[in-house]
C-alpha cells in the first residue's frame, strides 16, 4: 500500500506545518463465509476481516473546505460542510463524507479538513471496501475531533448517519465486523444484538483465495430485492404476522409441514433461510472441535442451498466450486457476496494452490472470462495507525 503519510504532507503542503496533528487510519475488508443471504434485519453470519485494506488520512484545514484525494486514482474531489450531501458523481468520495456528516450530526465541530485515502481491497466484488472507507474515515475523525467516543457509540454514529445521508435503514454489520475482527479467528455476528463471538481457526498451512469470476452481472439489485420480498412473505405467512417472530422460531419440519400453505418459491427461500441458520451454528461447533470435515460438509450445503433454493448462483461460479472440489488439498469453497457471478472463497492447502490455478485456465477457455485470484487471510480489526505530526514521510 502505498505511504500515506507522505502523500499527505505533499498534496496539502500548504495547510501542514510542523504542528498540525493528522489522523492516519485503517480498516479491513470483509469476507461472508456463509449467511449473507439470511433474513433481513435478523442475519446470522459466518464472517472474517480480510488482510486488504483501506488507509484514511485527515487533518484541519485553514479555510472551511473539506477536500478529498484518491491517491490509487489521482483523483480530488472537493465540497463544503453546508453542500455536504451525496453525489453519485463523487463516487469514493461519498463514504468519507458520510463518515463526516455523521460527526456533524452529533454536533462535533467540523470546519475545513484535508482527506487522502489508498487502499488494496479489491472493488466491486462484495469485500465490504465502502464500509472500510467509512470506518477508517470515521476513526480517524475521532481521533481528531471526538477522542472520548466509543466504538458502540461510533457504530451508531455510522448506522444514523448511512441513513440520513444515503436513505439505507439498516444495522451496520460491516462496520461492526471491521471494528470486532481478530487475528487468525472467524466471527459470527448476529444482527438481533449486534453481538460478534470469536472462533479460533484450527487450520494449518491453508490460505483463502477469493476468485472473481468476472462474469458480467446485470439486474442484481432488481433480483436481490425480490428475494427479499419473498422471504419477508415467507415469515409472515408462517408466523401468521406475528410480531417479532424470526426465522429462528422455524426448523426444517415446519417448512415440509406448511408445504401446501406456501408458495413453492417462496417455501424454497425460506427453506434456505431456515437450514443456512443449522448450518451456520454446525459450522461454529465444527471448528470448535476442529473438525475440518463437517466445517467443509457445511460450507458445500450452503453453496448448494444457494443455488438450488435462493436460485443466486450461475454456471460459471458452479463450475468453480465443482471443479476446485475435484482438488487434493482443498477443504471447501463456496460462492461469496451477492451472487449471480461474483466471487467464490476456496480454503486450500499451501502446495494446492499452483494446481488451483491451473485449472482456471480451463475455466477461461470453456466460458472465456479470465478470472483474477486474490490471496487473503484473516486479519485484525480497524485501528488508528498515527496520531499527531507528520514531519516526515514515516507514518
Not at 213 to 241: A, C, W, Y
Request: glycine share 6%.
Amino acid at each position: 500500500m502505498k505511504d500515506i503519510g507522505s502523500i499527505h504532507l505533499k498534496e496539502y503542503e500548504a495547510d501542514i506545518d510542523g504542528s498540525e496533528p493528522v489522523m492516519i487510519a485503517e480498516s479491513p475488508g470483509r469476507l461472508h463465509l456463509m449467511g449473507e443471504h439470511g433474513e433481513p434485519g435478523a442475519s446470522l453470519l459466518l464472517s472474517t476481516a480480510i488482510n486488504r485494506h483501506v488507509r484514511v488520512a485527515i487533518s484541519h484545514r485553514k479555510d472551511s473546505s473539506l477536500r478529498f484525494f484518491a491517491a490509487d486514482l489521482g483523483e480530488r474531489k472537493r465540497t463544503t460542510l453546508i453542500n455536504l450531501k451525496y453525489k453519485r458523481e463523487d463516487r469514493w468520495a461519498n463514504f468519507i463524507k458520510m463518515a463526516i456528516h455523521g460527526f456533524a450530526e452529533w454536533g462535533y465541530p467540523i470546519k475545513g479538513l484535508n482527506c487522502t485515502l489508498t487502499g488494496n481491497i479489491p472493488q466491486q466484488v462484495s469485500l465490504a471496501s465502502s464500509s472500510a472507507i467509512e470506518v477508517a474515515s470515521a476513526l480517524a475523525l475521532r481521533a481528531l475531533i471526538a477522542p472520548d467516543l466509543s466504538d458502540k457509540e461510533l457504530l451508531n454514529l455510522l448506522s444514523e448517519a448511512s441513513f440520513s445521508f444515503f436513505g439505507r435503514n439498516e444495522h451496520p454489520l460491516d462496520h461492526l465486523i471491521a471494528l470486532s475482527s481478530k487475528q487468525n479467528h472467524f466471527l459470527v455476528v448476529d444482527e438481533l444484538d449486534m453481538s460478534v463471538r470469536h472462533i479460533p481457526l484450527p487450520f494449518k498451512d491453508y490460505k483463502i483465495l477469493i476468485t472473481d469470476s468476472r462474469v458480467p452481472r446485470f439486474g442484481v439489485d432488481t433480483e436481490l430485492k425480490q428475494r427479499n420480498r419473498d422471504i419477508r412473505k415467507g415469515l409472515e405467512m408462517l408466523s401468521h404476522k406475528r410480531e417479532g417472530a424470526t426465522f429462528r422460531d422455524y426448523v426444517t419440519e415446519d417448512l415440509m409441514e406448511s408445504m401446501g400453505a406456501l408458495p413453492e418459491e417462496i417455501r424454497r427461500r425460506s427453506l434456505h433461510v431456515v437450514k443456512e441458520l443449522r448450518r451456520i451454528y454446525d459450522a461454529e461447533e465444527a471448528l470448535k472441535k476442529s473438525d475440518l470435515n463437517s466445517f467443509a460438509k457445511a460450507v458445500y450445503h450452503s453453496h448448494e442451498s444457494l443455488r438450488d433454493l435462493l436460485e443466486v448462483s450461475c454456471p460459471e461460479i458452479d463450475w468453480l466450486i465443482k471443479r476446485s472440489g475435484e482438488i487434493n488439498g482443498v477443504l471447501c469453497s463456496r460462492m461469496t457476496g451477492q451472487g449471480f457471478g461474483g466471487c467464490t472463497y476456496t480454503i486450500i492447502k499451501t502446495d494446492a494452490v499452483d494446481e488451483y490455478t491451473r485449472r482456471l485456465e480451463d475455466y477461461e477457455r470453456i466460458f472465456g472470462f479470465k478470472p483474477i485470484v486474490h490471496e487473503v487471510s484473516e486479519a485484525g480489526p480497524a485501528s488508528l495507525v498515527h496520531s499527531g505530526a507528520l514531519v516526515s514521510a514515516t507514518e
